[in-house]
C-alpha cells in the first residue's frame, strides 16, 4: 500500500513539473504528419508529396570550368582517373528556389557520392551538369525536384549509379543531347507530372546511352521516354506501376524517331499503361526476351519500319499483346501471347511482315487479326489456339489472303507426327515440334516422354526400344497403362520382357501366360499390402479403445 501511495505520489509530481511539455510533444506527434504530408491535387488523384527537410543544410553549390571545381573547398582527391575529386556526405535543401548541385564545363574526374538534394525551385534540379565529362553521381538521394538528375549539353562519359530519385514534379532523370554515358540500378518512384505536364520517370535524348539494372515504379504517364536516341541499350531494368491509360502517349518504355536501339530483358508491367511503344519512324531497333505482365497492352508499333520483336513474353494485359499498326518489314519471332483481353496479335494497314514461331494462345478475341491493306506477309510455324471460343475458325481472321505454313491452329494438332501435341512441345516439354527427334537419339519424343526418359538428352534412352515397346502394347490389346505397370514391375530387366516376347510369339498373338502370371503377381501384392494395412489399422484401434478402458 505504501508502495502504491509513493508511486502515485511521484507521478503526481512529474506531471506538475513536466505536464505542459508533456502536451506539448503530444500535439507536435499528431499534427507532425499533416504538415510534413501535404495532399496536392492532380487531376483527378491526389499525390502525397514528402516535404522532407534536411537535417544538416549545406548552401547549393554552382561549379564552371575545372579552375572552379579545383578552388571548391569542400573536396578530396586530384581530379585524375586514380584519385578523382570527391563530394561527399552534402545535405542540400534548396527552400523551393533553385538547383541544388550544378556542374558546368568541366573535365576533371568528379565522384559526387552520399549527398541529398531536396525542394528544388519550379523549373530547376537537384543535381545537374551540362557539357561535362567524367563526372559519376553515385548513391544520392534526390527528391521533391523539379528535374531530379541532369545530364546535358554535349556531356559525355558520365555516370549516375545507385541513386534514389522520388517526387520529382516533371523528370526524374533527364539525358538530353549527350553521348557515351550509363545510367545503372537506380530506383525511381513517385514521380509525375505537375501542373498538366507529362510526368517521366527518365528521358534520353542523344546516343551511345547504357540503362541498365534500374528500378522504376510508380510513374506517372511514362515510365522512360526516348526521342531522337540512337545506338542505345535499354536493358535489364524493372518498371511496374505506370499510370494513365492504354493509349500510344502513355507506356513503361516509349521511343519516338529512334533507331538502332537494343530493349531487351526487360520487366514491365503490373500498371495500365503499354509495356513498349514504338512511333514516328523507329527503325531498326530490337525488342528481345523483355517479360510484360499484367499491363494495359504489351507492344504497340506504329509508323516503324524494319525492328525486330523476338522471344518476348506478354501475358494477361487488358488490351492486345502486339499491334503493328501502318508499320512494315517488322520480324515478329517467339513471342510468346497470352491471356490478353483483346486480339493476341493485330496487324492494320502492315505489309511485308514476317509473322514466325509464335504462340497465341486463350486470348479473348481472335488469335491473329490482320485487317486493312495488310499484304504480303509470310505467317508460318506459329500455334494460335485456344482464343476466343476455341472454334478452329476463331483463331485467325485475315482479310487480306497472306501467305500461311505450318501454323498450328488446334491444340491437340501434332504437325511432326511424334507423338505429343504442338502445344505441350512448345510450353511443356520444349521439344522441337517440328522434328520427331529433338536429341537424335532415335526414339521418337512422344514415346521418349511415355517411358521416362529425357527427350533434350540422347544419352537418356528408353528401358526398351520401340519394336518391343509396340509389341507389348499389342499383346495388352492398346491399353497403356498396364503397360507402364509391367515395365515398372519388370524394372527394365531385358530377360523378363524378353520372355514375355518370345511367349508371344510362340503362341500365335494369344496373350501368354507369363502375362497373366506378372499381372496377377502385381494385383496379389496390392490386395496383400491393403490388407495389411486393413489389420494395422484395426490392431492401432483395438489398442487404442483398451487404452481408453
Known amino acids: 500500500m505504501l508502495t502504491s501511495l509513493l508511486i502515485v505520489r511521484v507521478d503526481t509530481m512529474i506531471w506538475k513539473k513536466h505536464g505542459p511539455l508533456l502536451v506539448g510533444l503530444l500535439s507536435i506527434l499528431l499534427i507532425a504528419p499533416c504538415v510534413l504530408f501535404t495532399p496536392q491535387p492532380e487531376g483527378n488523384r491526389t499525390i502525397l508529396v514528402s516535404k522532407v527537410h534536411a537535417s544538416s543544410p549545406h548552401a547549393p553549390i554552382s561549379i564552371q570550368y575545372d579552375s572552379g571545381l579545383a578552388a571548391f573547398p569542400n573536396k578530396t582527391g586530384t581530379g585524375d582517373p586514380g584519385t578523382p575529386y570527391v563530394i561527399q556526405d552534402l545535405e542540400i535543401d534548396c527552400g523551393y528556389s533553385g538547383s541544388g548541385i550544378v556542374i558546368e564545363d568541366t573535365r576533371k574526374y568528379l565522384v559526387i557520392k552520399n549527398c541529398t538534394v531536396l525542394n528544388s525551385g519550379s523549373t530547376e534540379c537537384g543535381v545537374g551538369f551540362t557539357n561535362c565529362t567524367n563526372i559519376r553521381v553515385e548513391n544520392c538521394t534526390v527528391g521533391n525536384c523539379h528535374y531530379g538528375i541532369v545530364m546535358d549539353g554535349n556531356c559525355g562519359f558520365n555516370a549516375v549509379h545507385n541513386c534514389t530519385i522520388y517526387s520529382s514534379h516533371w523528370v526524374a532523370i533527364m539525358h538530353g543531347n549527350s553521348a557515351n554515358n550509363t545510367i545503372s540500378d537506380n530506383h525511381l518512384y513517385d514521380n509525375y507530372g505537375e501542373g498538366g505536364l507529362t510526368g517521366y520517370g527518365m528521358v534520353l535524348h542523344g546516343q551511345n546511352v547504357t540503362v541498365v539494372g534500374n528500378t522504376i515504379e510508380r510513374n506517372e504517364d511514362v515510365a522512360l521516354y526516348a526521342t531522337n536516341l540512337a545506338n542505345s541499350t535499354i536493358s535489364g531494368?524493372?518498371?511496374?506501376?505506370?499510370?494513365?491509360?492504354?493509349?500510344?502517349?502513355?507506356a513503361d518504355i516509349l521511343l519516338a524517331t529512334s533507331s538502332g536501339n537494343s530493349i531487351i530483358g526487360n520487366r514491365l508491367g503490373n500498371g495500365t499503361?503499354?509495356?513498349?511503344?514504338?512511333?514516328?519512324?523507329?527503325?531498326?531497333?530490337?525488342?528481345?526476351?523483355?517479360?510484360?505482365?499484367?499491363g494495359g497492352a504489351g507492344i504497340y508499333i506504329t509508323s516503324c519500319q524494319q525492328?525486330?520483336?523476338?522471344?518476348?513474353?506478354?501475358?494477361?494485359?487488358?488490351?492486345?499483346?502486339?499491334?503493328?499498326?501502318?508499320?512494315?518489314?517488322?520480324?515478329v519471332e517467339g513471342n510468346d501471347v497470352r491471356r490478353c483481353g483483346f486480339y493476341g496479335m493485330q496487324l492494320y494497314s502492315s505489309t511485308g511482315n514476317v509473322i514466325c514461331n509464335n504462340i497465341l494462345v486463350n486470348n479473348t478475341d481472335f488469335g491473329l487479326y490482320i485487317s486493312t491493306s495488310a499484304f504480303s506477309t509470310v505467317i508460318a510455324r506459329n500455334i494460335i489456339a485456344g482464343n476466343k471460343d476455341g472454334a478452329a475458325y476463331n483463331q485467325i481472321f485475315d482479310a487480306c489472303a497472306n501467305i500461311y505454313d505450318q501454323n498450328t491452329i488446334d491444340a491437340t494438332s501434332d504437325l511432326d507426327g511424334d507423338g505429343l501435341p504442338d502445344l505441350d512441345e512448345w510450353s511443356i516439354h520444349h521439344t522441337d515440334r517440328f522434328k520427331v527427334d529433338t536429341d537424335g537419339d532415335n526414339f521418337l519424343d512422344g514415346y521418349e516422354i511415355d517411358l521416362w526418359s529425357?527427350?533434350?538428352?540422347?544419352?537418356?534412352?528408353?528401358?526398351i526400344d520401340q519394336t518391343q515397346y509396340l509389341a507389348l502394347l499389342a499383346m495388352l490389346e492398346g491399353n497403356k497403362t498396364l503397360l507402364l505397370t509391367l515395365l515398372q514391375w519388370a524394372d527394365g530387366n531385358a530377360t523378363r520382357l524378353q520372355e514375355l516376347l518370345d511367349e508371344y510369339m510362340n503362341s500365335g498373338g494369344e496373350q501368354p501366360s507369363v502375362i497373366d502370371v506378372g499381372l496377377s503377381i502385381i494385383v496379389g501384392s496390392?490386395?496383400?499390402?491393403?490388407?495389411?494395412?486393413?489389420?494395422?489399422?484395426?490392431?492401432?484401434?483395438?489398442?487404442?479403445g483398451l487404452a481408453k478402458k
Open 237 to 250: 531494368n524493372t518498371i511496374t506501376g505506370t499510370i494513365n491509360g492504354a493509349s500510344s502517349d502513355f
Open 273 to 294: 499503361s503499354q509495356s513498349i511503344t514504338l512511333k514516328a519512324s523507329c527503325n531498326g531497333n530490337a525488342i528481345e526476351s523483355n517479360v510484360m505482365v499484367n
Open 307 to 331: 525492328n525486330v520483336l523476338r522471344n518476348n513474353t506478354i501475358w494477361d494485359q487488358d488490351y492486345f499483346g502486339i499491334y503493328l499498326y501502318q508499320s512494315g518489314t517488322h520480324v
Open 454 to 463: 529425357d527427350p533434350l538428352d540422347a544419352t537418356d534412352t528408353p528401358m
Open 526 to 544: 496390392i490386395i496383400v499390402a491393403g490388407a495389411i494395412c486393413v489389420v494395422g489399422l484395426l490392431a492401432i484401434s483395438k489398442k487404442r
